[in-house]
């Protein structure tokens, strides 16, 4: 079985402005109706999946991180896996819910 969850890939697509070339981590794939956020659920990639990624940023002192944005990508819109991201994820919502910061329209 492929690593999906977590992996390291490049987009390649030309839907999401700007983010063309850059690296990014697969957080989950949605299937349907259903989120799939580990690789037993989700087994291989298939026509129609959604894979919701967020880009690798490389700060000014050389350390990386994870946007706090993501993004939807179609499977053929990323390259092939680079590596697995083995640091912490925190996404928008995830930052609402962890540590009470207010969602503004």
């Known amino acids: 079985m492929n690593t999906i969850i977590n992996s390291i890939k490049i987009y390649r697509g030309t839907w999401i402005p700007g ?5 990014v981590v697969v957080l989950s794939v949605e299937r349907g109706d259903e989120i799939l956020r580990s ?10 999946d959604r894979l919701d990624v967020t880009a690798i ?4 002192d050389g350390t990386e991180r994870v946007s706090w944005s993501t993004a939807d990508a179609r499977p053929d819109e990323l390259g092939p896996v680079l ?11 995830l930052l609402e819910r962890d540590e009470g910061i207010e969602r503004r329209n």
């Open 19 to 23: 983010m063309t070339g850059t690296r």
């Open 39 to 48: 690789d037993a659920q989700i087994g291989e990639s298939v026509w129609g």
């Open 57 to 60: 940023i490389t700060e000014p």
């Open 83 to 93: 590596g697995v991201w083995d640091g912490s994820v925190k996404t928008g919502i």
